[in-house]
């Protein structure tokens, strides 16, 4: 029932729904449920795990492109460069988004754009 509410949702571009408690009680979970529910309504979709006061690495970013289907980049670029191609991508395209393990603002500063596309979430 959930789901259908999450996929309507018309009235901004960018949705976060934070889930904030203590360890072990399933947030990781929760993430990888939504995820699996919700992907099979988008064209694109990534889960990105990120790790407690890193910055993302290329590795990851790389992981995150490929999920999306994103063309066209070299693994070998460094992160600023493959960040701002996933920005890009993200800002054009229709995607779902799930981002576990996040610890600071800046982590998602850091990975998502200001703007995204229509219907992204």
């Not at 509410?5 to 990781?28: D, I, Q, W």
């Not at 529910?37 to 889960?47: E, G, I, K, T, V």
């Not at 996040?102 to 219907?119: I, K």
Request: proline share 4%; net charge neutral; with cysteine.
């Amino acid at each position: 029932m959930y789901t259908l509410s999450l996929l309507h949702l018309t009235l901004c571009a960018c949705f976060r729904l934070p889930c904030v408690c203590a360890g072990g009680c399933g947030k990781t979970t929760l993430a990888k449920l939504l995820f699996n529910r919700l992907a099979p309504h988008f064209q694109h979709s990534a889960l990105i795990e990120l790790q407690p006061d890193e910055r993302i690495s290329s590795q990851q970013l790389c992981s995150v492109l490929k999920q999306l289907g994103a063309t066209g980049f070299k693994e070998a670029s460094p992160a600023g460069v493959l960040l701002t191609t996933l920005q890009d991508y993200v800002c054009n395209e229709v995607v779902l988004l799930v981002v576990d393990n996040v610890w600071t603002q800046d982590q998602l500063d850091q990975l998502l754009p200001r703007r995204f596309g229509q219907g992204s979430r």
